[in-house]
């Protein structure tokens, strides 16, 4: 029996590109389900999906007060009822081929398959030397741990077997940066035993519509995933942006602090 695979989409105030990307996964993939994991978006998103009328397509519209990204990846992983679960962008910047390449790794074995950029220019100079810069520092810090890291670690587009992350999610749910955006790292970072990584290379393409949610706190909280020393370079990041870390992080909170 081939393995089932759902497409597990965070989404954010996406209603210029969610019903065109449900059609085109559904186009090219009939038997894949698809999960929208929105965090309450204030456009017409749920109308647009609920209106597709499509049974294997479903959109999970999440509490205001647990709004993350990567909570709504790790939620969405834990949902699928599926075999296998691939983690997609809403804005087609991850080509939709590429979910083939990612089913056809899992389905020979592979635990974790990582969508690979072959060049992240489409986000623009600035933007790739800070991607690339802040994944050197995962990859030091997660092999200083004695952790396994992948190529393309900040990369957005990966599937996974959901028996072997299933359980390190639920295991680690308090410990994961559940506001953050680096799910691969959180990932690898709470798994202790050796995957079976591969690879599906793309092209990685501009946003289609819409602009992107990055802010200033996505680079803070990749830092903050990093243990003790990517803590206290997230708490500097803070001064050096105005943000106060312990409004993002409360319970850090000490006495006097
Ligand atoms: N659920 C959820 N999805 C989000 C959030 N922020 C962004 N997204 C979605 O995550 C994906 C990547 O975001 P995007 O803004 O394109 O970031 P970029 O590609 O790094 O510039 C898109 O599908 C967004 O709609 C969020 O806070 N919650
Ligand atoms: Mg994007």
New binding site residues.
């Given amino acids: 029996m081939p393995g089932t695979l759902a497409v597990v ?4 105030n ?1 209603e210029r590109n969610i019903a065109r990307m449900a059609r085109a996964i559904r186009e090219a993939y009939p038997e894949f389900r698809i999960l929208f ?3 309450n978006s204030t456009d017409r998103s749920r109308e647009l999906i609920e209106g597709l009328d499509d049974p294997l397509t479903k959109i999970c519209v999440r509490e205001r007060e647990g ?3 990567a909570a ?1 990846v790790m939620q969405g992983f834990a949902l699928a009822d599926t075999d296998y679960a691939v983690c997609m ?3 087609f ?1 991850h080509p939709i081929a590429t979910l083939k390449d990612i089913y056809d790794q899992l389905e020979a074995g592979a635990d974790l398959c990582v969508g690979a950029r072959t060049s992240r220019m489409a986000m623009g100079l600035v933007r790739t030397s800070g991607s690339m810069a802040f994944e050197l520092f995962c990859k030091i810090a997660l092999r200083i741990h004695g952790k396994q890291t992948t190529k393309d670690l900040m990369s ?1 587009l990966f599937g996974l077997r959901c028996d072997v992350f299933r359980p390190i999610i639920e295991k680690n749910w308090d410990d994961m940066e559940l506001q953050g955006w680096k799910v691969l790292v959180d990932l690898l970072k709470h798994c202790d035993r050796r995957l079976d990584v591969r690879y599906a290379y793309y092209k990685f393409e501009a ?1 289609a519509e819409g602009e ?3 802010s200033n706190k996505v680079p803070i909280m990749t830092l903050h995933q990093l243990w003790g020393f990517g803590r206290f370079c997230s708490k500097v990041l803070c001064k050096v942006y105005r943000v106060d870390y312990y409004e993002m992080y409360p319970k850090e909170r000490k006495h006097g602090d």
Avoid: K, V
């Fill in positions: 989409i965070p989404t954010y996406e994991m929105d965090d709004r993350g990204l709504s962008d809403c804005d910047q957005g946003r992107s949610h990055l």
